[in-house]
């Protein structure tokens, strides 16, 4: 699937409602669909489409309809599988024991490999995503319940997976054993909740429990919450580019503050590569908590020197070609007043095309600041991810072919500085070990066995 939100709600008579909140906080994880299942212990139910939560879900009626006590929504965002209707998820299907639905935060590295097999043994796939793999696996499975089908088919998949299962009574939370991609348990009241993020928790008025741990299965049933740990967890690999970008910043993910962490990547970066200047400023929204960790660090004021135009959907129309450097305006207005003869540090999260950091760099220019310097809260991305982050080859990222001075050379700045890997790592506080660092050192801790097939790219 690619990197996705997953948001889960056991024992609550409003559960589409709340799924659907709970989806509108997630909607950074995913713009492209949204989908929601919910069961009444008999029946499951579900209402998905194209674009935004809002979108999916704009007449109160769907909700409605969506009667149940427990629900699992998605937000799509795809890296495997193309944008089609028929690959939105929760994927719903019926097989022995009742129906069940599934919804996959991830990417999975041997997901084309196992189809083809499956195929070949007279298996008809309705879509063209990774995820459909587990639900096969799971169907096929000879064990007697449920969960020992799910075991059964998890055991053979390889690579990233945070998975919500609805069935007609219970719902079932997975983490794969290196726990890419985040997933953690919440309250409110009586009702249980799952997240990807904690922000959509707190979003409905719930509070944290604990994570899903790797490896584990939870289940959330009548009688309350049981797991287990389904799978050998011995190394971890959570994605550090959760913490670096994707992630909302008042999100809890992998137990630790994301706004701390990112505060302490932009701290750390102040201390390698601090910059004679007057201002620092951030792309916002991403960078934003970052360049507060390198003003406070560096004793220089932060400043809005860009302001971002948040309505742009992803239905905007791309204009012609002689007026599509206006793009990057329309997204990003600098603030003369704040720029104008200036040395400006810009702190942004990462660089992987090094295109918008470029535009962005010539628009400060533009508005008078005297000198441009970029600071880059994250190594150079010089690997390509093949568990759900959506730089999918090597020839997207400007830095797997050019040095970091060449790098400065394309952006047309005054100097260039990324954090290193040991920076990085310190400033989370954790274990090396504990990391996926894979896309900034090319050593992946799953190897990929084909590379999973390229769909878009929409973070230049
Ligand atoms: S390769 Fe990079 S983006 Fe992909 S999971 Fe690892 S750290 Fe995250």
């Known amino acids: 699937m690619a990197d996705c939100g997953l948001f889960g709600i056991y024992g609550h008579k409003n559960a589409a409602e709340l799924a659907y909140l709970g989806l509108y906080s997630l909607q950074h994880r995913g713009q ?55 690959n939105i998820q929760p994927l719903l299907v019926n097989c022995k024991g009742g129906p069940l639905a599934v919804a996959h935060n991830g990417n999975l590295v041997n997901a084309n490999a196992l189809r083809r097999r499956m195929e070949q043994e007279g298996s008809l796939f309705q879509t063209s995503m990774d995820s459909e793999t587990i639900v096969h696996l799971t169907a096929r499975s000879q064990k007697r319940n449920l969960l020992d089908r799910m075991v059964e088919a998890l055991a053979q998949v390889k690579g990233a997976y945070s998975i919500l299962a609805i069935a007609r009574d219970k719902i079932i939370a997975i983490r794969d054993p290196y726990g890419f991609r985040p997933l953690c348990l919440g309250r409110l009241g009586d009702a249980w909740l799952v997240s990807s993020e904690s922000c959509a928790l707190d979003i409905i008025g719930g509070e944290y429990f604990r994570d899903v741990e790797p490896g ?61 200047a007057d201002i620092i400023i951030s792309v916002p929204d991403s960078s934003n908590t970052a360049a507060l960790g390198y003003s406070e660090a560096s004793g220089i004021n932060f400043e809005l020197g860009l302001i971002r135009n948040h309505y742009i959907g992803r239905t905007f129309i791309e204009p012609r070609s002689e007026i599509r450097d206006l793009m990057v305006r329309i997204k990003f207005n600098p603030v003369a007043g704040v720029l104008k003869g200036k040395r400006v540090v810009v702190v942004e999260d990462s660089i992987v095309r090094g295109t918008t950091m470029r535009n962005l760099a010539g628009l400060i220019r533009q508005a008078g600041a005297k000198e441009v310097h970029v600071r880059v809260s994250c190594p150079p991305v010089r690997f390509p991810c093949y568990y ?73």
């Open 216 to 276: 584990e299965i939870v289940i959330l049933k009548e009688n309350g919450l049981s797991s287990f740990q389904a799978f050998d967890s011995s190394r971890h690999a959570f994605c550090i580019f959760e913490y670096i970008y994707f992630s909302r910043p008042d999100s809890k993910i992998f137990a630790k503050n994301v706004d701390k962490a990112r505060r302490g990547l932009g701290k750390e970066l102040a201390v390698e590569h601090p910059a004679q």
């Open 32 to 86: 492209e669909s949204a989908g929601i299942v919910v069961s009444d212990q008999m029946t499951l139910r579900q209402h998905k489409g194209m674009g935004l939560v809002t979108d999916v879900f704009s007449d109160s009626a769907t909700l409605s309809e969506l009667v149940g006590n427990l629900a699992v929504g998605h937000t799509r965002y795809s890296t495997t599988g193309s944008p089609l209707p028929g």
């Open 388 to 460: 759900g982050i959506d730089f999918q080859t090597e020839d997207e990222l400007i830095a797997s072919s050019k040095t970091v001075e060449q790098i400065r050379k394309f952006l047309n700045v005054d100097s260039l500085g990324y954090l290193s890997l040991d920076g990085m790592v310190r400033a989370m506080a954790g274990s090396p070990g504990e990391y996926c660092v894979a896309c900034f050192t090319g050593d992946y801790p799953v190897k990929p066995e084909e590379k999973v097939e390229k769909v878009s790219l929409e973070k230049m």
